[in-house]
């Protein structure tokens, strides 16, 4: 049982330009969200976080929006930098239920910034 | 550097052996995750420790276990290994549970022959 979905495996980008990545999931006692990105033969990196009381979370360059209704996050990256081609990791959390601290990950999306 | 840090960085053995990963989590972090991933998967929750307690459990194999030590360090013991046990092991540290973001050691991968 996927809890958190990541749909799209890979995604290309221009250099400059928006990368969109998505992430929806099925568990409605998720209230606390996160990205992360991963290079290869390291472990993933914390990117940007967002709790359910908020709709959007900006830090630089990168935005996360959340759609409670629809269950759905976005992560976007503008402008888009060949450093951040790497694979990108959606992860949630049910922090009010105590005990449920643990992150449950999807599957990750690969994202190539062609130069 | 995450200031987490997994010894060994890969590790291969055969089918039916028992090893053991170790994880130093960041100074001041008091909790330890560990999880999975299988080829082209995402990240599977094993099992987490607060300091030195077992605090939630997630798929954990009964041939694996793992302990948090009085220096707040940890081991993941795999045993009866199998082929399908072959994957990255991470161990992620936060400071506590709850409201902080999970910092990742760079993962042993484990190859089972």
């Known amino acids: 049982d996927q809890q958190v979905k990541q749909n799209s495996p890979s995604l290309s980008v221009q250099e400059g330009r928006i990368s969109i990545l998505n992430c929806d999931y099925t568990?409605?006692?998720?209230?606390?969200f996160l990205w992360y990105k991963k290079y290869p033969a390291e472990g993933p990196t914390f990117l940007i976080s967002?709790?359910?009381?908020?709709d959007k979370n900006e830090d630089g360059r990168f935005t996360v929006f959340l759609n409670k209704s629809a269950k759905h996050l976005s992560l976007h990256i503008v402008p888009s930098q060949p450093g951040d081609s790497a694979v990108y990791f959606c992860a949630a959390s049910a922090l009010s239920n105590f005990g449920n601290e643990k992150l449950t990950f999807g599957t990750g999306t690969r994202l190539t910034i062609i130069p | 550097d995450s200031g987490v840090t997994q010894t060994p960085k890969h590790l291969i053995t055969a089918t039916g052996q028992r090893v053991t990963l170790r994880c130093s989590p960041r100074s001041g972090d008091l909790s330890v995750y560990w999880y999975q991933q299988s080829l082209d998967q995402g990240l599977q929750f094993l099992i987490q420790y607060y300091n030195g307690e077992e605090r939630a459990k997630g798929n954990i194999l009964e041939r694996f276990s793992a302990q948090q030590f009085p220096d707040l360090h940890s081991e993941l013991n795999l045993s009866s290994l199998e082929l399908g046990d072959s994957a990255l092991y991470f161990c992620a540290s936060s400071v506590a549970p709850g409201n902080s973001p999970l910092h990742f050691g760079n993962g042993t991968r484990l190859t089972v022959t």
């Open positions: 568990n409605s006692m998720f209230d606390y």
């Open positions: 967002i709790s359910s009381i908020k």
